[in-house]
């Protein structure tokens, strides 16, 4: 496909962006050219613009969650069709892969098809949520290591054992709150405001307890919830006075994973997450999450965040990012429409500044890694066989390292 797109530009770092034209490229083997028709926001699109962090090659495109209609399939593909309804799980390191454009090209392994019960809207506030809570929970690198759903004996493995989760109501805490329920966790107690209370029971947590309460009274909570040893907490709030909550109440035998670089000296028992499936650790574990996801949202046993859009397509994703700041964004998740982007057409035909910048925007050299990652995959597969008896022997003790029982 030739042409042009619109694209919103970071062009240096903590620049202000900039809407601009870029050449709408061919996808590669294994990857499908989507058209996006809604893309989510995340905190860390705003701290990549905010504070400089995240994304090192610029002129920049961010976005990691988007929606859309494939237009076109490289080589190889077999699981999408032109015409596909899909979400995917984007990237920074290559800006054909980032979201927030009207085109963009996702790698098949994190693509799925939308099943008929949601919106472009609501499939596009899926990746990088569900991705983080599976990721901390079940991967071996950057998470727990938990025996996953989609392995046998993983539905319902961890039943009668207790999990918390610190911002149940967030992007990523209401996926923990449904895959833990999924793996059998139970009691689930998360903090959130109050007034998320019914909507995260229906999810699955079984407790919610304020989140303004101070340490002693919720301590006080927890112990008339539950006198068994918590041993996984997962804060996906991050900030140190959480991290400092949930190490205080973590069983002796426990560990917490979290979502911003830890505070608490203990890296055996502290797991500082990773929600990105694109890098080599967390591939497989990426890999199978969608390769299930599609069916496990068909039979409502995974639900969307509740959405909200944002006016102005592209134009609007700027000031829309401040919200995060000002933690304006409680219970719900931002989204915006690229295809509502108004601009004159003669930006695409021939746009004066960004015509001189668009080479920069071009696919950089890490795909060829992720394609060398996909022609490798099964060659990696026999080495992984290794660890086969490992892995068993770990799943005796409880699935993925040794809990209290």
Known sequence: MTGKHLALILPQRQSPFVIG??????????EILVRIRSTALNPSDAKAQKRGIYVTKFP?????DGSGVVE???EGVTRFDPGDDVFFHGAYDDNDLSTFQQYAIAVVDFAAKIPDSLSYDQAAALPL???????G???????????PLWKHGGLGKYRGMPIMIFGGAGSVGNYVIQLARMSGFCPIITTASLKHTNYLKDLGATHVIDRYLPFPALKQAVERITN?????????VSIRETQEAAWQLLGPQGRLVVTLPSVIDDRHRVIHTNGNPHTEEN????????????KWLEKGEIVPNHVETVPGGLKGIGAAL??????????VKLVARPPETESDLDLISSPPYHHQQVNGLRRTPSMRYIRLRMATRFLRSFVMARHIELDRRAEMEYGGWPFGK
């Open 21 to 30: 034209a870029r050449e709408t490229n061919e996808p590669g083997p294994g």
């Open 60 to 64: 920049a495109v961010l976005g990691s």
């Open 72 to 74: 076109k399939v490289g």
């Open 129 to 135: 949520g569900i991705a983080t809570a599976s990721i």
């Open 137 to 147: 929970l079940y991967g071996k690198a950057n998470g727990l290591g938990l025996v």
């Open 228 to 236: 068994a040893p918590i041993n996984v907490i997962y804060d996906t």
């Open 283 to 294: 591939w497989e574990t990426g890999r199978q999450l969608w390769l299930h996801l599609s």
């Open 322 to 331: 401040e919200r995060f700041e000002g933690g304006q964004t409680d219970g």
